[in-house]
Antibody, heavy 119, light 112 residues
Framework: EVQLVESGGGLVQPGGSLRLSCAAS????????MSWVRQAPGKGLEWVAS????????YYVDSVKGRFTISRDNAKKSLYLQMNSLRAEDTAVYYC????????????WGQGALVTVSS | QSVLTQPPSVSGAPGQRVTISCTGS?????????VHWYQQLPGTAPKLLIH???NRPSGVPDRFSGSKSGTSASLAITGLQAEDEADYYC????????????FGTGTKVTVL
């Protein structure tokens, strides 16, 4: 059974940093693109970033470029999101999701990690 | 950045049929990219409901069906049940935005 478990969420002040982690199990992690998708309170879903199987390609939504960095450790079957210069508008539940790259879809999702940016 | 437009809400009585539209453009749905649908029950993570425009993953009831035409897609729920009350999102890929996956604005389905 595919499982994705996020951790690392919490309360951070504007301008601060936070690192999210996503532990994968139940499948060959190194064979799949992975992504982060976020959902602000009471709002819709927004794709944040994606990373190729070997980490050689990374893509970001414009609003986080230069501030967020997606990375992965295939040996540890883990996905990461380093978030710097956080803003109030980054407040959201962050989901890690497995990507079916040929179809551009997210077939499995974690339970989410809440990031709150507030003073 | 929601570039796919959905109605904010739809409702129906138990047993009825409801449909949710998803309108895109020539750089996403109209460019030939598949549309996928996700169901988000209250307080939970999204779940893949329909993939590749009209395909149901294992375990998804056949009450749910999807279709795509031109720059739009739609999700139909027939025989509406109380457990179908949730938020529904369409999703595709947009060639005008590098590496960009795009979601719909989301539709709340209410069972009357």
């Amino acid at each position: 059974e595919v499982q994705l478990v996020e951790s690392g969420g919490g309360l951070v002040q504007p301008g601060g940093s936070l690192r999210l982690s996503c532990a994968a199990s139940g499948y060959t992690f190194s064979s799949y693109w992975m992504s982060w998708v976020r959902q602000a309170p009471g709002k819709g879903l927004e794709w944040v970033a994606s990373i190729k199987q070997d980490g050689s390609e990374k893509y970001y939504v414009d609003s986080v470029k230069g501030r967020f960095t997606i990375s992965r450790d295939n040996a540890k079957k883990s996905l990461y999101l380093q978030m710097n210069s956080l803003r109030a508008e980054d407040t959201a539940v962050y989901y890690c999701a497995r990507v079916i790259s040929g179809s551009f879809l997210f077939d499995h999702w974690g339970q989410g990690a809440l990031v709150t940016v507030s003073s | 950045q929601s570039v796919l437009t959905q109605p904010p809400s739809v409702s129906g009585a138990p047993g009825q049929r409801v449909t949710i539209s998803c309108t895109g453009s020539s750089s996403n749905i109209g460019a030939g990219y598949d549309v996928h649908w996700y169901q988000q029950l209250p307080g939970t993570a999204p779940k893949l409901l329909i993939h590749g425009n009209s395909n149901r993953p294992s375990g998804v009831p056949d009450r749910f069906s999807g279709s795509k035409s031109g720059t739009s897609a739609s999700l139909a729920i027939t025989g509406l049940q109380a457990e179908d009350e949730a938020d529904y999102y369409c999703q595709s890929y947009d060639s005008s935005l590098s590496g960009s996956y795009v979601f719909g604005t989301g539709t709340k389905v209410t069972v009357l």
